[in-house]
């Protein structure tokens, strides 16, 4: 794995950058740069500043820079039997660890697994003022201070620039079986919540609108138990990988827009196009031309939310739009960390 | 941040003319015996009485006692059921203390999404109880989950035994109602599991009531287990104890919980609730295994094979309830036990990384003898989280000054083997001052930060969770990073 240490240098950027008063477009691995608003801002490269500082298998923590390959570092876990617990996209190799917690997206396995939300002990960060602040630490309990470091998921790199990333393994299920079953898409949320209850170890739940598809993970006899129970087709685990990486055809296909709708589970959109639900019903993936305001009042009609995952009009809003203190508020906590507004400015919402 | 002149020159008749109106009849308490009742939580060393104590019923009472002591500038501390013990709802002798206890009402169950609407003065227990019919729980247990609220649960991020393998509050919690200091009143997270913007329901777990009051939250629930094990396990060395539990967290074994207590703890406990055991264990170890029948079963072998490796020469199993129930009696009787062999007591709460555990007890032996002090341990184990017991006669001269210096040379040792000065029970009013042990300037500076985003003018539990760089300065005990002095812009006596 390649190694180097660039925080002197980053910090040294960041310091000018506040000096200057010039905004930063944080750049990891480049491949959810088409994600959020456009930042228009001079990149600053951060994939360079990577390599693992220190793994303790025993311990189950593993210590990282930021640059970090996510494949990497799933390589490095793989080689212990360990592994990350959760299932973070990554749209392409060059996928850092840093950006895929700054993105916050999980994968197919949210919702039984857990995201990088719940794996982060700890977040080294340089905050707008070009200062290194350790917020969290490398224990799995600590309630010192305030738990800064949690705010760095999904915050798409609008607090500061994440150097080091402590994070929790896990060991790595033994088994990993994949399932197609003859089930209509209105059967989905329920079954899916029935199994998962029965103590099935499941890692996906999907329906593609032709067939339901389970992802089963953990001990051998677990899974082998399970896949004698739900019957069906067994099919490649590879699809898991495809659907968490958005490369199975249904993202391939041009041309309408893609939105990605939180809904409770049950809940179908009445909305023009075609879309994929997972997550057990919760998470849909909707591709159609509809004005971004028709997508997020159909959402917030069924209880739910939607962004605007690629494509569209990039003036159009990315996110729901926030109630006005509650923007307020998120507006403040960004000057706590980013006082003169250098990163990433409007990545969320144009005030923010 | 201690009491202000101005402050004090606030809390006019005026003001609680303007107080008593935002309230019930019985909800504002202004005479000393009514709040001599509040003026400590489970921190008994730490006393004060508060000002005023108000009790609100509906969270529009909340907003607007909140948007009144912002324009009175009065401080406002916010209590649950002051089971806390860090003295984090020590009250403000010229604020108000809020209690919330009676925002109790609500507590629905949503089965079918596995959600419930609670509001902060239910009862942690509660919560599960409620949910039970449905064959579901909530997760997180402290061991206050009897009494303490959800609302204390999130201000202090609660852990308890289970949080091992089910996650501290924050990981059980999708969404709050929060009351700002101007008494707006913001939803942060959502009831689907994430919400967009910055993630600011995160941050207000274990905020220990500094950036706001939260009244009312939607708390994921989870199916009660279908089978569950609990094994015990004798020691003749707690290090040997110490280095199982290493063991079974790096053969990959995620136990529901891991309990560990010292021989100090096991004769004490042996005396009170006579089990049997042999006189000459070092030190026991619980553990709790759940999941499905074939998963449990799978576990058990593998520990109870970690469990001799390590040395245990006494191993029971109990799969049937009230068995179960018994092994853990003895773990809850911990405290109690040792408790009555001494006048005082004080619990001391730290975290450090599992494979250091056999070395910090050693160490932690060896300090108690230097203060020459009884120090006795039962912890969770699992997740690294220690709490040093320290007996101690404060009629004896100097004897609590010794304890509490025997208290922060634990938490500096802590914080030396890579850990934290606080678990799970927060830094409050007691470990301020060790906060400066565990960070920079710029780190402390980082809070404050995050605190004025919130709470500009520091009326929100002030004087808690984050100390003043000329505190640490006066203290000495300065966290030093890269060999690096880091107060440089403060003068030094």
Same mark, same amino acid.
């Given at each position: 794995?390649?190694?180097?240490?660039?925080?002197?240098?980053?910090?040294?950027?960041?310091?000018?950058?506040?000096?200057?008063? =010039?905004?930063?477009?944080?750049?990891?691995?480049? =491949?959810?740069?088409?994600?959020?608003?456009?930042?228009?801002?001079?990149?600053?490269?951060?994939?360079?500043?990577?390599?693992?500082?220190?793994?303790?298998?025993?311990?189950?923590?593993?210590?990282?820079?930021? #640059?970090?390959?996510?494949?990497?570092?799933?390589?490095?876990?793989?080689?212990?039997?360990?592994?990350?617990?959760?299932?973070?996209?990554?749209?392409?190799?060059?996928?850092?660890?840093? !950006?895929?917690?700054?993105?916050?997206?999980?994968?197919?396995?949210?919702?039984?697994?857990? !995201?990088?939300?719940?794996?982060?002990?700890? %977040?080294?960060?340089?905050?707008?003022?070009?200062?290194?602040?350790?917020?969290?630490?490398?224990?799995?309990?600590?309630?010192?201070?305030?738990?800064?470091?949690?705010?760095?998921?999904?915050?798409?790199?609008?607090?500061?620039?994440?150097?080091?990333?402590?994070?929790?393994?896990?060991?790595?299920?033994?088994?990993?079986?994949?399932?197609?079953?003859?089930?209509?898409?209105?059967?989905?949320?329920?079954?899916?919540?029935?199994?998962?209850?029965?103590?099935?170890?499941?890692?996906?739940?999907?329906?593609?609108?032709?067939?339901?598809?389970?992802?089963?993970?953990?001990?051998?006899?677990?899974?082998?138990?399970? %896949?004698? =129970?739900?019957?069906?087709?067994?099919?490649?685990?590879?699809?898991?990988?495809?659907?968490?990486?958005?490369?199975?055809?249904?993202?391939?296909?041009?041309?309408?827009?893609?939105?990605?709708?939180?809904?409770?589970? !049950?809940?179908?959109?009445?909305?023009?196009?075609?879309?994929?639900?997972?997550?057990?019903?919760?998470?849909?993936?909707?591709?159609?031309?509809?004005?971004?305001?028709?997508?997020?009042?159909?959402?917030?009609?069924?209880?739910?939310?939607?962004?605007?995952?690629?494509?569209?009009?990039?003036?159009?809003?990315?996110?729901?739009?926030?109630?006005?203190?509650?923007?307020?508020?998120?507006?403040?906590?960004?000057?706590?960390?980013?006082?003169?507004?250098?990163?990433?400015? #409007?990545?969320?919402?144009?005030?923010? | 941040?201690?009491?202000?002149?101005?402050?004090? /020159?606030?809390?006019?008749?005026?003001?609680?003319?303007?107080?008593?109106?935002?309230?019930?009849?019985?909800?504002?308490?202004?005479?000393?015996?009514?709040?001599?009742?509040?003026?400590?939580?489970?921190?008994?060393?730490?006393?004060?009485?508060?000002?005023?104590?108000?009790?609100?019923?509906?969270?529009?009472?909340?907003?607007?006692?909140?948007?009144?002591?912002?324009?009175? $500038?009065?401080?406002?501390?916010?209590?649950?059921?002051?089971?806390?013990?860090? *003295?984090?709802?020590?009250?403000?002798?010229?604020?108000?203390?809020?209690?919330?206890?009676?925002?109790?009402?609500?507590?629905?169950?949503?089965?079918?999404?596995?959600?419930?609407?609670? $509001?902060?003065?239910?009862?942690?227990?509660?919560?599960?109880?409620?949910?039970?019919?449905?064959?579901?729980?909530?997760?997180? @247990?402290?061991?206050?989950?009897?009494?303490?609220?959800? $609302?204390?649960?999130?201000?202090?991020?609660?852990?308890?035994?289970?949080?091992?393998?089910?996650?501290?509050?924050?990981?059980?919690?999708? &969404?709050?109602?929060?009351?700002?200091?101007?008494?707006?009143?913001?939803?942060?997270?959502?009831?689907?599991?994430?919400?967009?913007?910055?993630?600011?329901?995160?941050?207000?777990?274990?905020?220990?009531?500094?950036? *706001?009051?939260?009244?009312?939250?939607?708390?994921?629930?989870?199916?009660?287990?279908?089978?569950?094990?609990?094994?015990?396990?004798?020691?003749?060395?707690?290090? @040997?104890?110490?280095?199982?539990?290493?063991?079974?967290?790096?053969?990959?074994?995620?136990?529901?919980?891991?309990?560990?207590?010292?021989?100090?703890?096991?004769?004490?406990?042996?005396?009170?609730?006579?089990?049997?055991?042999?006189?000459?264990?070092?030190?026991?170890?619980?553990?709790?295994?759940?999941?499905?029948?074939?998963?449990?079963?799978?576990?058990?072998?593998?520990?109870?094979?970690?469990?001799?490796? +390590?040395?245990?020469?006494?191993?029971?199993?109990?799969?049937?309830?009230?068995?179960? /129930?018994?092994?853990?009696?003895?773990?809850?009787?911990?405290?109690?036990?040792?408790?009555?062999?001494?006048? @005082?007591?004080?619990?001391?709460?730290?975290?450090?990384?599992?494979?250091?555990?056999?070395?910090?007890?050693?160490?932690?032996?060896?300090?108690?003898?230097?203060?020459?002090?009884?120090?006795?341990?039962?912890?969770?184990?699992?997740? $690294?989280?220690?709490?040093?017991?320290?007996?101690?006669?404060?009629?004896?001269? *100097?004897?609590?000054?010794?304890?509490?210096?025997?208290?922060?040379?634990?938490?500096?040792?802590?914080?030396?083997?890579?850990?934290?000065?606080?678990?799970?029970?927060?830094?409050? &009013?007691?470990?301020?001052?060790?906060?400066?042990?565990?960070?920079?300037?710029?780190?402390?500076?980082?809070?404050? /930060?995050?605190?004025? /985003?919130?709470?500009?003018?520091?009326?929100?539990?002030?004087?808690?969770?984050?100390?003043?760089?000329?505190?640490?300065?006066?203290? *000495?005990?300065?966290?030093?990073?890269?060999?690096?002095?880091? +107060?440089?812009?403060?003068?030094?006596?």
């Amino acid at each position: 794995m390649q190694e180097a240490d660039l925080s002197r240098e980053l910090s040294e950027r960041v310091a000018e950058a506040a000096r200057r008063g =010039t905004p930063l477009r944080l750049v990891g691995g480049g =491949t959810k740069a088409w994600y959020g608003r456009p930042v228009a801002a001079e990149p600053l490269a951060l994939a360079g500043h990577r390599g693992v500082v220190d793994y303790q298998p025993s311990e189950l923590v593993v210590r990282l820079r930021g #640059g970090t390959r996510l494949v990497e570092l799933e390589a490095l876990l793989a080689a212990e039997g360990q592994w990350l617990a959760c299932d973070p996209p990554r749209f392409g190799a060059e996928t850092t660890v840093a !950006g895929a917690l700054a993105a916050g997206l999980a994968g197919p396995g949210r919702p039984y697994l857990g !995201g990088l939300r719940d794996a982060v002990l700890g %977040v080294t960060l340089i905050n707008g003022r070009g200062e290194v602040v350790r917020l969290g630490g490398a224990v799995m309990k600590n309630v010192a201070g305030f738990d800064g470091f949690r705010p760095m998921v999904g915050a798409l790199g609008s607090l500061g620039v994440i150097l080091e990333v402590c994070l929790k393994v896990a060991p790595r299920p033994a088994s990993r079986r994949a399932l197609a079953l003859a089930l209509p898409r209105e059967a989905l949320a329920e079954r899916a919540e029935a199994w998962w209850r029965a103590g099935l170890p499941l890692a996906g739940a999907a329906h593609d609108g032709e067939r339901l598809r389970l992802c089963l993970a953990g001990s051998e006899s677990a899974v082998d138990e399970a %896949v004698a =129970t739900l019957g069906g087709d067994e099919e490649d685990p590879a699809y898991w990988s495809a659907l968490r990486d958005q490369r199975l055809p249904f993202f391939r296909d041009p041309g309408a827009p893609l939105w990605r709708l939180l809904l409770p589970p !049950g809940a179908c959109p009445a909305l023009p196009g075609e879309g994929l639900v997972e997550w057990g019903g919760r998470q849909w993936w909707w591709r159609g031309e509809a004005p971004a305001e028709a997508v997020f009042a159909e959402a917030a009609r069924l209880g739910g939310q939607a962004s605007r995952w690629r494509g569209g009009d990039p003036r159009a809003p990315v996110f729901a739009p926030l109630a006005p203190p509650l923007l307020a508020l998120q507006r403040r906590l960004k000057a706590a960390f980013d006082p003169e507004g250098l990163f990433n400015p #409007g990545i969320h919402y144009p005030e923010l | 941040m201690t009491a202000t002149p101005q402050a004090e /020159a606030r809390m006019t008749a005026q003001f609680l003319q303007a107080l008593a109106a935002c309230l019930p009849a019985e909800g504002l308490v202004l005479d000393e015996a009514g709040r001599r009742a509040y003026e400590c939580d489970a921190l008994t060393l730490f006393r004060r009485l508060p000002g005023v104590v108000a009790i609100p019923e509906e969270i529009a009472q909340v907003q607007a006692i909140l948007r009144l002591c912002d324009d009175y $500038g009065v401080p406002v501390v916010a209590r649950g059921a002051g089971t806390g013990l860090s *003295g984090g709802a020590l009250p403000h002798a010229e604020g108000v203390l809020l209690n919330l206890s009676r925002l109790d009402a609500t507590l629905e169950i949503d089965p079918d999404r596995r959600l419930a609407r609670v $509001g902060a003065g239910v009862r942690n227990l509660a919560i599960s109880q409620a949910a039970a019919p449905h064959g579901l729980y909530f997760a997180p @247990d402290p061991s206050s989950q009897v009494a303490s609220t959800l $609302g204390g649960n999130i201000a202090e991020n609660a852990g308890g035994v289970h949080c091992l393998k089910y996650g501290l509050t924050v990981n059980n919690v999708v &969404a709050a109602t929060l009351i700002t200091i101007d008494g707006e009143r913001l939803t942060l997270g959502s009831p689907l599991g994430e919400a967009p913007g910055l993630d600011l329901l995160a941050l207000i777990h274990g905020s220990e009531g500094l950036l *706001g009051v939260v009244v009312e939250a939607w708390v994921e629930l989870l199916p009660l287990p279908r089978d569950k094990r609990v094994l015990l396990a004798g020691f003749a060395e707690v290090t @040997d104890c110490a280095e199982a539990v290493a063991a079974i967290i790096a053969a990959g074994v995620v136990p529901a919980g891991l309990e560990l207590m010292d021989r100090a703890a096991v004769v004490a406990v042996e005396a009170m609730v006579q089990q049997g055991w042999p006189c000459d264990l070092g030190a026991l170890l619980i553990c709790e295994l759940d999941g499905s029948a074939a998963e449990v079963t799978a576990q058990s072998e593998r520990v109870t094979a970690l469990l001799k490796t +390590h040395g245990a020469d006494h191993l029971e199993s109990a799969t049937d309830p009230a068995e179960q /129930a018994r092994i853990w009696s003895v773990r809850k009787a911990a405290f109690p036990a040792i408790a009555r062999l001494a006048p @005082d007591t004080l619990v001391m709460d730290g975290s450090v990384p599992r494979r250091r555990l056999a070395a910090v007890l050693t160490r932690i032996i060896a300090l108690a003898e230097a203060y020459g002090l009884r120090v006795f341990n039962t912890f969770h184990a699992g997740d $690294g989280n220690i709490h040093p017991v320290i007996l101690f006669d404060s009629r004896l001269e *100097g004897e609590l000054e010794r304890a509490e210096s025997l208290g922060q040379a634990i938490l500096r040792l802590c914080v030396e083997e890579g850990g934290s000065i606080t678990g799970e029970h927060g830094v409050g &009013a007691e470990k301020v001052d060790a906060m400066c042990d565990q960070f920079s300037a710029a780190e402390l500076r980082q809070f404050e /930060a995050i605190k004025a /985003a919130f709470d500009p003018r520091g009326l929100l539990n002030p004087g808690k969770l984050i100390p003043t760089l000329n505190r640490c300065a006066e203290l *000495g005990h300065l966290h030093v990073k890269d060999g690096r002095f880091p +107060h440089p812009e403060l003068p030094r006596f």
